[in-house]
């Protein structure tokens, strides 16, 4: 059974920077596209951003697009979502996904739709 396991969460003042990162196995990052969703209370879930598996496309969200950057590290099997400029808006708990499909696959999944992995999630609270 394939894990997905995020980290770097947490409490950030607005305007302020975040990181997540989200490990997967050497198989899992080597040959799926990966991605980030949120999901805020009381709210359908949201797509943030996604990459493919070899890191040279990428896809955003809308409001994401220009404060948030998705990237591998492949010295360290990780996917990074480096959040700067966050709003109270982005407050939300955050899923890593991997799919074997596409990173645009994974930017149309619509809201009750899965992919293969995902992760448990980790919060983000941005205060005002």
């Known amino acids: 059974q394939e894990q997905l396991v995020e980290s770097g969460g947490g409490l950030v003042q607005a305007g302020g920077s975040l990181r997540l990162s989200c490990a997967a196995s050497?198989?899992?990052?080597?040959?799926?596209?990966m991605g980030w969703f949120r999901q805020a209370p009381g709210k359908e879930r949201e797509f943030v951003a996604a990459?493919?598996?070899?890191?040279?496309?990428?896809y955003y969200g809308n409001s994401m697009e220009g404060r948030f950057t998705i990237s591998r590290d492949s010295g360290h099997g990780l996917v990074h979502l480096q959040m700067t400029s966050v709003e109270p808006e982005d407050t939300a708990v955050y899923y890593c996904a991997a799919d074997p499909t596409s990173a645009r696959a994974l930017s149309t999944l619509k809201p009750r739709q899965q992919s293969e992995y995902w992760g448990p999630g980790l919060q983000v609270t941005v205060s005002s």
């Open positions: 050497e198989r899992v990052f080597r040959h799926y596209a």
């Open positions: 990459i493919d598996w070899s890191g040279t496309s990428t």
